[in-house]
C-alpha cells in the first residue's frame, strides 16, 4: 500500500540478467524523511535495487516512482534530473584517486551548479567539517583509513542536497565504533535535513541502528517487511534467524 507521503515506490518489480533472475515481483514504498532498510544475504538483488532506485539499471517489469513520477519511462535526461534530488554513498566510497578529499567532494559542485571556485571550496570544506574531516581537504584518498574514505563519500553524496539518500553497505569493511559513528552521521542527517535514506546492509546492528521500516530479500523476493519488531515476529524462519543474529553474513 502506498500513500502521497510515499517518496519511493516499487510496484511489481522484476529484473533479470540473462537466465538469472535477481528480483522477482518486488513492491514496497518509503515514506519522506525516514530511513528503509533493505537486508538479506549477499547476492539477494539488495544493491541491485538501490541501482534500480536511481535509473542505473533498468527493470525489466513493474514500476518505480520516484517522487510519484515513473522513471522507467525517463530517458536520460530525465533520470540525470531526477539524480539530482539523490545522493549515492557506494560499499567502496568510490572516491577518485587522483583527486584530492576535497575535490572529491566538490566534484558535482563543478559539474551540477553554477557556483564560483570560492563558494564551491567553502561548500565542499564545510560537508567535510560536518563528517569530521574538515582538515582533509587536500589530502588524498590514498591516505585516508577506510572509516576516513567512507566519511569522504559521504560528504561528497551530500553535495547537492539531496533529499533522498542512497546508502549501500554504509558499515562495510569497517570495526564497529566505526561503524556506529558513520550510522549515527545517517541518523543525524535524517532527522536534521529530513532526508529519505534507503539502506542495503546484511548487518543487522547498523540495521537496527538506522531502520525505520525494514524489508527482507532472499533469492529476489521480499519475505517479510515492516517495522523491526514486526520483522523479529516474522512466521518466516530465514527472516527470524536473520534478526536475532548480532551480524548476519
Given amino acids: 500500500m502506498t500513500t502521497e507521503a510515499d517518496v519511493l515506490q516499487f510496484a511489481s518489480v522484476s529484473k533479470a540478467f540473462g537466465s538469472r533472475t535477481v528480483l522477482k515481483n518486488v513492491s514496497f514504498s518509503v515514506a519522506t524523511g525516514t530511513a528503509f532498510v533493505l537486508l538479506g544475504r549477499s547476492g539477494t538483488g539488495k544493491s541491485v535495487t538501490l541501482k534500480l532506485l536511481c535509473g542505473l539499471l533498468k527493470a525489466d517489469s513493474g514500476v518505480i516512482r520516484v517522487n510519484g513520477e515513473d522513471i522507467t519511462k525517463f530517458d536520460s535526461n530525465q533520470l540525470s534530473s531526477i539524480r539530482m534530488h539523490m545522493g549515492f554513498l557506494f560499499q567502496s566510497a568510490a572516491l577518485f584517486d587522483s583527486l584530492s578529499v576535497g575535490e572529491n567532494v566538490a566534484f558535482p559542485l563543478r559539474r551540477h551548479t553554477k557556483k564560483s571556485d570560492e563558494e564551491i571550496r567553502h561548500q565542499a570544506t564545510s560537508l567535510l567539517e560536518r563528517v ?92 517479510a517487511q515492516g517495522t523491526v519488531e514486526e520483522l523479529e515476529r516474522s512466521e518466516e524462519p530465514l527472516v527470524r534467524d536473520f534478526m536475532s543474529s548480532q551480524q548476519a553474513g
Fill in 132 to 223: 569530521g574531516l574538515g582538515k582533509e581537504y587536500d589530502s588524498m584518498p590514498a591516505n585516508l583509513s577506510g572509516g576516513m574514505q567512507k566519511r569522504a563519500g559521504l560528504a561528497r553524496a551530500l553535495a547537492v542536497e539531496p533529499s533522498i539518500l542512497l546508502v549501500d553497505e554504509p558499515s562495510a569493511g569497517l570495526d564497529p565504533i566505526t561503524s556506529n559513528e558513520i550510522d549515527q552521521l545517517l541518523v543525524d542527517i535524517k532527522t536534521d535535513q529530513h532526508t529519505t535514506l534507503v539502506v542495503v546492509t546484511h548487518n543487522m546492528q547498523s540495521a537496527r541502528r538506522l531502520a525505520d521500516q525494514m524489508a527482507f530479500l532472499d533469492q529476489g523476493e521480499l519475505l
